[in-house]
Each structure stands twice: as structure tokens, then as C-alpha cells.
């Protein structure tokens, strides 16, 4: 499995930006269509991005189009992901992951919530982002 870090979260003010990053090692990292969920308090996990291997393909949830923006390195075998115009609701913990299986990314998107996104087999630690009105 690969590994994965997370770094970048911290705290900020309704309407600032952040960046993620997930460092990836272990295993070849442009092998694998890679995600970014997060987590509140209380909550389910949630879907918040995906891109494939190479990056020709992103995914978004409706709650963060327009706001963030998944992108990757695989040079610096590195995922990013870039949050503008943070709002309170925001606030949690992120996580990189690594999707594992061979099922498109499209339909691992698509369906993923219902299986608990099981597609993804390694997840980094998460890193927490909170966001204060």
C-alpha cells in the first residue's frame, strides 16, 4: 500500500484559503487515482474531490465547486488541494486517500458513499482545517 501524509490544515477566517497537501510514498504514486474526504464532528465521512491518475480528470462535491481545486505532482509524488472562500461549514478533518481498486474513478465517485467509499484503501491521518466565522 502506499503511504500518506497530510499537512496544511490550520485555522482560518471565513473567506480565506488554505492548501492541503498529501505526500505519498512507498509505492509508484502516479499508479493511483487519489481523493480528498473530510470529516466533522458527528458527521459522516464526505467526498470532497478526486482526480485521476494523471490528473486529466477531477471530481468535485457540489458543496465546494468553485471553491476548491484538487491538483497533483507526480514528480513530487504530492496531492494538493486548494481551498478559497472557506466557510464555517468547512470545518474538519481532511484526508488524502489512494483508490486501490480497478473500478473507474467516474463510478467510484458516483456510488463511493454507499460502500463507504471502500475503493480507497490507504488513508493518510487527516489534517485538521477550521474555519471561524
Known amino acids: 500500500q502506499v503511504q500518506l501524509v497530510e499537512s496544511g490544515g490550520g485555522l482560518v477566517q471565513a473567506g480565506g484559503s488554505l492548501r492541503l497537501s498529501c505526500a505519498a510514498s512507498?509505492?509508484?504514486?502516479?499508479?493511483?487515482?487519489m481523493g480528498w474526504f473530510r470529516q466533522a464532528p458527528g458527521k459522516e465521512r464526505e467526498f470532497v474531490a478526486a482526480i485521476s491518475r494523471i490528473g486529466g480528470s477531477t471530481y468535485s462535491a457540489d458543496s465546494v465547486k468553485g471553491r476548491f481545486t484538487i491538483s497533483r505532482d507526480n514528480a513530487k509524488n504530492t496531492l494538493y488541494l486548494q481551498m478559497n472562500s472557506l466557510k464555517p461549514e468547512d470545518t474538519a478533518v481532511y484526508y488524502c486517500?489512494?483508490?486501490?481498486?480497478?473500478?473507474?474513478?467516474?463510478?467510484?465517485?458516483?456510488?463511493?458513499?454507499?460502500?463507504?467509499?471502500?475503493?480507497?484503501?490507504?488513508w493518510g491521518q487527516g489534517t485538521q482545517v477550521t474555519v471561524s466565522s
Open positions: 512507498g509505492r509508484t504514486f502516479s499508479n493511483y487515482a
Open positions: 486517500a489512494a483508490k486501490g481498486t480497478v473500478r473507474p474513478l467516474s463510478t467510484v465517485v458516483a456510488t463511493g458513499s454507499s460502500t463507504g467509499w471502500a475503493d480507497f484503501g490507504s
